[in-house]
Each structure stands twice: as C-alpha cells, then as structure tokens.
C-alpha cells in the first residue's frame, strides 16, 4: 500500500497481518507486476493501481489461510478511485421488514 496505509483496509483484527513482513512482500510483488488498475484496464484505461484490494474480503476466520490472503488470484490491483468505489458499495440492505437483503456473488 501506499503513504495511506491503512484506509478502506479490514478492521483492527487484521493490523498485524498488514504489517508482517511476508504481505508487504507478496502486496510489492503483485503491485509491481500488475502495474495499473485492473478495472480501469477493463474499461480501455491505463491508470496506475495503488492499491492492492482482497475480492474475497478477509475476516478473522480466513485471515490465516494463505490461500485467500496471501493467493494472487484473490488480489487486484486498483486506483484510488475504483478502491473507494469498491469499499463504498453497500454489502446488504433491509426491506422495510428487517431482512437482510445480500448482493449477488
């Protein structure tokens, strides 16, 4: 990551992770291969990617599998504003009756 560390990243349960050694590793590596946001390059756009977002978002119980926070197939590479983006999106929503509601995929 970069000087903003930290932003639009899990919450505290995940601090160390973010901090060890072995991700800042594998985030440099993927960052530098990657180059530029995979969304904007979808879209026919060469922006630089500066954030290296998980798809399937970490939580406590997958934190310690290396096969969702640590797999290069779980990573992407994205701008400022296509992270932003990603994190603003509402994950559920409640019908007027209180049920929860959740997005496809």
């Given at each position: ?19 060890s ?21 979808k ?32 990573l ?30």
């Amino acid at each position: 990551m970069s000087e903003k560390e930290g932003r639009g990243r899990a919450p505290g349960f995940a601090d160390e992770f973010y901090r060890s050694h072995e991700w800042r590793r594998c985030r440099a590596a993927y960052a530098k291969k990657v180059i530029y946001c995979e969304r904007c390059l979808k879209k026919g756009l060469t922006v630089p990617g500066v954030e290296v977002h998980h798809k399937i978002r970490l939580t406590p119980e997958n934190l310690t599998d290396p096969s969702i926070s640590m797999n290069w197939q779980n990573l992407e590479l994205l701008c400022e504003s296509c992270h932003k983006e990603e994190h603003n999106k509402k994950r559920w929503r409640a019908d007027p009756w209180g049920h929860i509601d959740l997005p496809p995929g």
